[in-house]
Each structure stands twice: as C-alpha cells, then as structure tokens.
C-alpha cells in the first residue's frame, strides 16, 4: 500500500533502538526523510546509516535527551516544519510507589507527559496552517491495565493521553491528528530486562523465562518493532486522516476486553 507521505518529513525521539526505531524505518521505507533522535551519538550514526542504507531515505542524526530543552531545539532545527511527530521515550525503571520520592515522580511526569506535550506544542500549529501533521504518541499497555512497579509510567502517561483527548480535537479540522500506540510485550531491550529480573528471582534460565511470559499472550509471541513500526507509518498516512484521538492497542490480545 502507498502511505501517501513520501517526502514528508518526520522527528522520531528515543529512535537509536527499540520501537522508536522501528517506527523510523518504516517511515523511511515509506519515503520520508527522518530525523532520529539517541542519547549515544556513536550508535546513533550507526543507526543512521542503516537506515540511510536500506531504504534510501534521508536520515539525520540528533544525539541528546529529548527531555532536554536543548536536545528539543536541535531536533527541531534539524526539522524545523514536520509533517510527522512521533513522540518516544524511555520511562522510569520498575519501582514500588512506596520508593518514590518527590524527585522521581516529577522526572517520570517530565519524560513521559511533558517532555510529548513540549514537543507537540512546537509543531502543532505549523502543521495546522500546512493543513497536514501527524503525530503519534508511544505510550504502553499500562495505561489500560497497570502494572506493579510501573506506576510512575503508567500515570503520567495516562496523563498525557488525558492532555491531548481535548487538544486532538482542536485542530482535527485542519488536517491533523493526533493518536497514541500502546504496546504490549514487545520483543525489546526493555522486555529483555523483565526476563533478567524474572531470571535473577525465580532461578529460570532464560528461555524459560521467554516462554513463560511468551504463553500468557493469546498470540503466543512477542510483538517486533518491524510491525510496531508499520502500525505507526499507517497512523501517519493519507489513509488515517479520519482516525484521532484514539488509542491502538498492539499487544497480542493480552488485555482482556472487549471494548
């Protein structure tokens, strides 16, 4: 299928590995040129020049923290009109809520709530007066069905789902959407680490601890960012003009609902 979006172009954040990274090599694929965005520069131009080298695509490397202030402005010069913004980034480490200080709550509010709406807030009205913008927000699965430990993320991004169900509306007549990707068990770094901690608790070997995790999802498997990635290039196509403010689900059918 043709997205339509060849030559638009996008800022991924948090896209050196991961989903992110999935997100822009389907974009690219799709004929946009990419800003990508990591903290390691020297993996970051790496990541840059395979995807340059498999799709074609023009590929720009922005090394920092997109939480960062600074790091926001370099992207948003190396991209200064996006059509497309896919908000990424990582989210706190797994804690009991009883550990939670002050100051790790307000960084978690920080990279998972305001650091997408900083970033929305500088393109928005760009992409209103062109009459085209996309923009995805990867939030999680916890945001519907919370998980131990993960509360911080799980709050503050359900906070920013919140934030944005009264912006999206705002500016759906002038050609731009907003909606959010929530993933599941993903085949990821991330998911690596649950495996690791299950692994250092339980005495499992590794591939125990996949297949165990692996067997609770309907699907059976893990999701890949390759497929991530794709159900974010459709969200930022001609095709989904008439899709916002919503919520996809990608997570093999392990949240239990049928609404």
Excluded: W
């Amino acid at each position: 299928m043709d997205l339509g979006i060849a030559g638009r172009k996008a800022i991924v954040c948090a896209s050196n590995r991961g989903l992110g990274r999935g997100c822009a090599e389907a974009l690219a694929q799709a004929g946009c040129e990419v800003v990508i965005n990591g903290l390691d520069q020297d993996r970051l131009k790496e990541t840059a020049a395979a995807i340059a080298g498999a799709t074609g695509a023009k590929i720009i490397p922005v090394a920092g923290d997109v939480s960062d202030p600074g790091a926001q402005r370099a992207l948003l010069a190396a991209c200064p009109e996006p059509d497309i913004l896919v908000n990424n980034n990582g989210g706190p480490p797994r804690k009991d809520f009883r550990e939670l200080d002050r100051e790790a709550m307000a960084r978690g509010v920080v990279q998972n709530m305001i650091t997408p709406i900083e970033m929305i807030q500088a393109v928005i009205d760009g992409m209103a007066e062109r009459g085209f913008g996309r923009i995805v927000n990867i939030t999680s699965m916890s945001v519907l069905m919370p998980l131990e430990g993960l509360d911080l993320s799980s709050g503050a991004r359900a906070g920013l789902t919140a934030f944005l169900a009264g912006v999206c509306r705002q500016v759906a007549g002038s050609g731009v959407t907003i909606n959010n990707l929530l993933p599941g068990k993903m085949d990821t770094d991330r998911l690596k680490g649950l495996f690791e901690r299950t692994v250092a608790a339980t005495g499992m070997s590794m591939e125990e601890a996949r297949a165990t995790q692996a067997a609770e999802i309907p699907a059976g498997r893990f999701g890949t960012a390759e497929e991530f990635g794709q159900t974010c290039a459709f969200l930022c196509s001609v095709h989904a003009g008439y899709m916002t403010g919503q919520n996809l689900l990608l997570d093999g059918g392990l949240y239990p609902a049928a609404f």
